[in-house]
């Protein structure tokens, strides 16, 4: 059964940093493209970035560029996002994703999410 | 970046009924183009990708079609589990993008 849990959320100072991390099992981690979504309180879904399955390719969205870094570990079925310069505007609950087969963006499987909240 | 139009916004339904979603691409994307079903607190469901092709396990009352700029999400017989959010995702090129929902309440 694919797994996907993540953590690392929680409320943060505008300017400040949060990791988050995700947690795979049940499938073999290093054959897919991982994705994060996030979702303001709300409001509906937005696509935050995506990494190939060996990380050597990475994509994000404009808001998040030179901000966020999306990363993996394939020897501990690992996915992370960190997140630097946190605005109000990255509130949201954050999704981690397995694309579908080959795809590089199509999520199958969506973790549960971890909430960040960036607030003074 | 591509814009995707969802509508309605909100759709009023009963069970039994025929329901249709209708996303608009600002440009053309082929069939790159997904559903989801996102219920209150819970992760999104992929019900169908490639446009029309039906997400694993999913009911065969859910169907979709469309190619180029205008998609639509079918559900032949509403059904109590399906009163929920759904979004269009397309995935045609980087960045994908979402549309804005539609929420089918009672």
């Known amino acids: 059964e694919v797994q996907l849990v993540e953590s690392g959320g929680g409320l943060v100072q505008p300017g400040g940093s949060l990791r988050l991390s995700c947690a795979a099992s049940?499938?073999?981690?290093?054959?897919?493209?991982m994705t994060w979504f996030r979702q303001a309180p709300g409001k509906g879904l937005e696509w935050v970035a995506n990494?190939?399955?060996?990380?050597?390719?990475?994509y994000y969205v404009d808001s998040v560029k030179g901000r966020f870094t999306i990363s993996r570990d394939n020897a501990k079925n690992s996915l992370f996002l960190q997140m630097n310069s946190l605005r109000a505007e990255d509130t949201a609950m954050y999704f981690c994703?397995?694309?579908?087969?080959?795809?590089?963006?199509?999520?199958?499987?969506w973790g549960q999410g971890t909430l960040v909240i960036v607030s003074s | 970046d591509i814009q995707m139009t969802q509508s309605p916004s909100t759709l009023a339904a009963s069970v039994g009924d025929r329901v249709t979603v209708t996303c608009r691409a600002s440009?053309?994307?082929?069939?790159?183009l997904a559903w989801y079903q996102q219920k209150p607190g819970k992760a999104p469901k992929l019900l169908i990708y490639?446009?029309?092709n039906l997400g694993s396990g999913v009911p065969s009352r859910f169907s979709g079609s469309g190619s180029g700029t205008e998609f639509t999400l079918t559900i032949s017989s509403l059904q109590p589990d399906d009163f929920a959010t759904y979004y269009c995702?397309?995935?045609?090129?980087?960045?994908?993008?979402f549309g804005q929902g539609t929420k089918v309440e009672i």
């Open positions: 994703a397995r694309t579908k087969g080959y795809y590089e963006v199509l999520a199958e499987f």
């Open positions: 049940g499938f073999l981690f290093r054959t897919y493209w």
């Open positions: 990494i190939k399955e060996d990380g050597s390719e990475e």
């Open positions: 440009q053309r994307i082929t069939n790159w």
């Open positions: 490639d446009s029309s």
């Open positions: 995702l397309q995935y045609d090129v980087y960045s994908p993008t």
